[in-house]
């Protein structure tokens, strides 16, 4: 599950994402600071047109849906028709996961990180929600899913070739960075 993570990216990693997507034809005029973000904001995301905003989460009854199981996204019909025509790149620095709710952990990769998501309309507008895997090994002594997330050499075929998506629906493969924070750092994030 991932229920925040963190949109900071610097100039480096906005060349990175223009390099790895170079089928989309579009502008980031400015870095986006480091912080946590929260389910329910509007934030950035990449879609097959390029850059643009989205709210984290569809609302559904009387929750907020902002994960997708990659298990059952083409059978769940909140999610069918999504993985096969929306799906969208969420760019984050990091994300964050809790052990036993008393020690947070931020979760990054060495590489630009992009998670994968889908676009859905909803009555309040345009939402997107993060697909989430079975966690990796390094992963599950923290939580038991985790956030797909993709090399900066799938971006394009995940946008733009629904069976390569689908083939990547899976934990991630590479070595990631885990920082238990101490309540100290936690307060950088207020």
Known sequence: ??????????????AAYRQAIQEIESMVTQPLHPRETFPSQE??????????TSHWGYPLAKKLV?????ETITTRPLFSQAIMTDRCLIP??????????????????????S????????PQGERFVIITADANAQIEPIHHRMPVLLRPDQ???????????LAMLRPYEGQLQLSALTPEQLSLFD
């Open 115 to 122: 998670m994968a998501g889908l676009r859905l309309n909803s």
């Open 155 to 165: 971006l394009s075929a995940f946008l733009f070739d629904t069976e390569a998506a």
């Open 92 to 113: 984050a620095k990091a994300y964050y996961e809790w052990k036993q709710s008393t020690v947070k952990y931020r979760i990054e990769t060495t590489e630009p990180m």
């Open 1 to 14: 599950m991932c229920g925040r993570y963190e949109a900071g990216l610097t100039e480096l990693d906005i």
């Open 43 to 52: 934030l950035p995301i990449i879609t097959q047109k390029g850059f643009t």
């Open 66 to 70: 902002i994960n997708a199981r990659s």
